[in-house]
């Protein structure tokens, strides 16, 4: 992709912390998100992807710090959530689709009761997007008669229907038999090449290095590295996202147990980070080597 990033900022986020209760999960991020520019985050499992990408729509509720969509600041007490929400495209891990639901009302019942749609609109705007995402044929089937693939594409096109002007993708293709990823990630390819403005988390390296106009490597809670996925993931200058993509990218030459001993030095300073955090805002929320929460 070749979004710019002299294009107008659609997310803004300034320092951005989170803990649940003495876990400090997300510790100082800042982020940009330009209109058109896809996003990918990567990191190990624990390293606070899924809480930052929730945090942006207010699924998790920032301890402290800024985020604006657009000219919205989304954790303002008077902010209207609900009216940047509509904005907002979401694609979960699992699918959540209305079981008691054909594929076709999964994808019209937000369209009339949020946007108040006719339901011929719906329906029209709903066969649009289950065409773009290949499954025309099976608007009348329920979820439970289709694969999980094809559910989670029935996901993408749920929140198309929406008219979104930000996707968000929270590990889209995790829950998903191997052979079923191809589908969906080419439904995402074809999204960004639209111009779809996207920030997914993701562990599809492939699809971050071939789709992602910037990447995101993050650990600990923190943004260890980020740049043009070429830097990030062919070239990383970091140790840590070093050790990362070689156990990603090449798994079977890992000494085994190896991953126990740096996921114990990854955690092991967690009290004293927070202790040391406490005395001294501000000087975390970028990668300075030393242990973070997962």
Do not use: W
Request: charged share 25%; aromatic share 4%; proline share 4%.
């Amino acid at each position: 992709m070749t979004a710019s990033t002299t294009a107008a900022p659609i997310v803004e986020v300034t320092d951005l912390h989170k803990s649940f209760g003495a876990n400090h999960v997300l510790r100082g991020l800042t982020a940009t998100i330009h209109e058109g520019e896809v996003v990918c985050v990567i990191g190990p499992s624990g390293s606070g992807k899924s809480t930052f990408l929730r945090c942006i729509n207010l699924l998790e509720k920032p301890t402290s710090g800024s985020i604006k969509v657009g000219a919205d600041e989304v954790n303002d007490p008077d902010c209207d959530i609900d009216a940047i929400r509509r904005n907002m495209g979401m694609v979960f891990q699992q699918f959540n689709l209305f079981p008691h639901l054909s594929v076709l009302e999964n994808c019209t019942i937000a369209q009339t009761t949020v946007l108040k749609r006719s339901r011929n609109e719906a329906e029209a705007k709903a066969r649009e997007n289950l065409e773009k995402v290949g499954l025309s044929e099976k608007e009348e089937a329920f979820p439970a008669q289709l694969s999980g693939g094809q559910q989670q594409r029935v996901a993408i096109a749920r929140a198309l229907s929406m008219d979104p002007k930000l996707m968000l993708f929270d590990e889209p293709t995790s829950a998903l038999d191997p052979e079923l990823v191809g589908d969906v990630l080419s439904v995402m390819r074809r999204l960004a090449s639209e111009g779809m403005t996207m920030f997914v988390v993701t562990h599809e390296m492939a699809f971050a290095r071939d789709v992602a106009d910037r990447v995101i490597f993050m650990d600990g809670g923190v943004i260890v590295e980020e740049g043009a996925p070429e830097q990030v993931i062919g070239e990383p200058t970091e140790e840590r996202t070093k050790i990362f993509l070689q156990r990603v990218l090449d798994p079977t030459h890992v000494e085994a147990g190896a991953e126990d001993a740096a996921y114990a030095k990854r955690h092991v300073g967690d009290v004293a980070a927070d202790n040391v955090d406490e005395r001294h805002p501000g000087t975390h929320g970028r990668f300075s080597g030393g242990a973070g929460v997962g």
